[in-house]
């Protein structure tokens, strides 16, 4: 398994259990992709996450973390090597903000903020993004999915004096849960819908101060401007398509994603593939069945199960 997210581990829990021999490798050095790093402790316990791959390792799987591939080690060294590889590599490609001045340090990608949170939980020697200077700080989180609700809520209880939610959609066409959205304003974070930010406010030292804001529904009236010392960027996540993979012949579709049949089967004999590097960024519910059904067609093409 390449890749130790949800659809990498629910595929090694599928085979291990048929009898065969599993090895996972992630380049993160905690096992758990999404659910690690990216979900925050709130929502999903770090204590579930250790407890399922503890199970997975005295079952007999055999975790390699801190092995990146492609770098560390080829992905057709693998295919000639193993039996049979799945690639649950995921959607890791951050949309970003394309204005003058994204590049400041106080603007940082949902993926880095929730990772720097995530690496303090797991006590590792990451200092990717100063969570701590968020306190009695003013943060404005860009975007409406369930990402950007876990960045403003994860904001708020690092101490930040205000968190705004800038949405381009209107509240009622958000993607994130009604509950979530309730649940975020009942605990301090502030909506501003239907709103896209049309620059940045930089000071002459360097220093982020705030945003200036359009009415999406009518670009045409003045623009606001909303007070930030911290911006989280939450636009949502791409896949990337890998260039080895590629020239070994897996095939990927306009959105950068590997294209599999129904049973996770890419178009390189050996690999199979699933989750969010197949489907975009999406549930983890999808990422889990993805897994397991190419946990079992995998197990089918080896001859372990008939």
């Given at each position: 398994m390449v890749g130790s997210g949800p659809a990498g581990l629910a595929c090694a829990d599928v085979l291990v259990r048929l009898g065969v021999e599993v090895h996972v490798v992630d380049r993160a050095p905690v096992a758990g992709g999404l659910l690690s790093f990216g979900i925050p402790a709130f929502k999903l316990s770090r204590d579930v996450v250790r407890h399922r791959v503890k199970l997975l390792e005295d079952a007999g799987v055999r975790f390699a973390p801190g092995l990146s591939v492609g770098k560390d080690i080829a992905w057709r060294d693998l295919v000639n090597e193993f039996d049979a590889v799945f690639a649950g590599t995921g959607a890791a490609r951050p949309v970003t903000l394309d204005l003058p001045g994204a590049e400041n340090p106080s603007v940082v990608s949902a993926?880095?903020?929730?990772?720097?949170?995530?690496?303090?939980?797991?006590?590792?020697?990451?200092?990717?993004?100063?969570?701590?200077?968020?306190?009695?700080?003013?943060?404005?989180?860009?975007?409406?999915?369930?990402?950007?609700?876990?960045?403003?809520?994860?904001?708020?209880?690092?101490?930040?004096?205000?968190?705004?939610?800038?949405?381009?959609?209107?509240?009622?066409?958000?993607?994130?849960?009604?509950?979530?959205?309730?649940?975020?304003?009942?605990?301090?974070?502030?909506?501003?819908?239907?709103?896209?930010?049309?620059?940045?406010?930089?000071?002459?030292?360097?220093?982020?101060?705030?945003?200036?804001?359009?009415?999406?529904?009518?670009?045409?009236?003045?623009?606001?401007?909303?007070?930030?010392?911290?911006?989280?960027?939450?636009?949502?996540?791409?896949?990337?398509?890998?260039?080895?993979?590629?020239?070994?012949?897996?095939a990927y579709d306009v959105a950068g994603r590997i294209v599999t049949d129904a049973e996770g089967r890419t178009a390189l004999a050996k690999l199979w593939a699933g989750g969010d590097a197949v489907r975009g960024a999406a549930l983890v519910s999808w990422a889990l069945a993805d897994g397991q059904r190419a946990g079992f067609s995998i197990a089918a093409a080896i001859g372990v199960l008939r």
């Open positions: 993926d880095v903020f929730l990772r720097a949170v995530a690496a303090k939980d797991w006590k590792l020697d990451e200092a990717s993004f100063p969570i701590d200077a968020l306190r009695g700080r003013s943060v404005s989180v860009l975007g409406g999915g369930d990402t950007a609700l876990d960045c403003a809520r994860t904001a708020l209880s690092l101490g930040a004096a205000s968190v705004t939610l800038v949405a381009r959609r209107a509240k009622d066409a958000l993607r994130a849960r009604p509950s979530d959205l309730a649940l975020a304003e009942r605990e301090g974070v502030r909506l501003l819908c239907a709103r896209t930010v049309s620059a940045l406010s930089i000071s002459s030292e360097g220093t982020l101060e705030g945003l200036a804001l359009q009415n999406a529904a009518n670009p045409g009236e003045p623009t606001e401007t909303l007070p930030a010392d911290v911006v989280i960027v939450a636009y949502g996540f791409r896949c990337a398509p890998d260039e080895e993979l590629r020239k070994l012949g897996v």
